[in-house]
Nanobody
Framework: QLQASGGGLVQPGGSTRLSCAAS????????VGWFRQAPGKEREFVGS????????KYRDSVKGRFTISRDKAKSMVYLEMNTVGPEDAAVYYC????????????????WGQGTQVTVSS
C-alpha cells in the first residue's frame, strides 16, 4: 500500500528526491514518515509529515537539508534530500501511522519496501 522510489547514486553534496506512493489507504488520517537503515546500523527516524495539516518533524541531523512534502491530489509524499553526505547513505523506507507526529517505527502501521540511496563520487 506504500511504495518508495527514487533512490540511486548521489554525489556528495548533491541532491535527490524520494517518492512514496500510497494506494488503498486514505492518507488524510495518517502521518507519513521516512526512516532509513544503513548496513550494520539500527533503523532510524528521518522525518514525518502530518498528511492532513502538513506539519513536519525531522531528526536533528537532517534539519535544513531534507524536506518532506505531500501532494494530496496524487496521494504522494516526497523526501527532498539536499547537501547529501556519506552519512545519508542507507535504505530509505516510507511508512504510515495513524498517530500524530510519531517517531518510533513501532507506531507505524503500513510500510513500503525500501529504496537504496548510495552516496559516492
Amino acid at each position: 500500500q506504500l511504495q518508495a522510489s527514487g533512490g540511486g547514486l548521489v554525489q556528495p553534496g548533491g541532491s535527490t528526491r524520494l517518492s512514496c506512493a500510497a494506494s488503498g489507504v486514505i492518507l488524510d488520517d495518517y502521518s507519513v514518515g521516512w526512516f532509513r537503515q544503513a548496513p550494520g546500523k539500527e533503523r532510524e527516524f528521518v522525518g514525518s509529515i502530518s498528511y492532513r495539516d502538513g506539519f513536519t518533524k525531522y531528526r536533528d541531523s537532517v534539519k535544513g537539508r531534507f524536506t518532506i512534502s505531500r501532494d494530496k491530489a496524487k496521494s504522494m509524499v516526497y523526501l527532498e534530500m539536499n547537501t547529501v553526505g556519506p552519512e545519508d547513505a542507507a535504505v530509505y523506507y516510507c511508512a504510515a501511522s495513524p498517530l500524530s507526529r510519531p517517531q518510533d517505527g513501532r507506531e507505524y502501521e503500513y510500510w513500503g519496501q525500501g529504496t537504496q540511496v548510495t552516496v559516492s563520487s
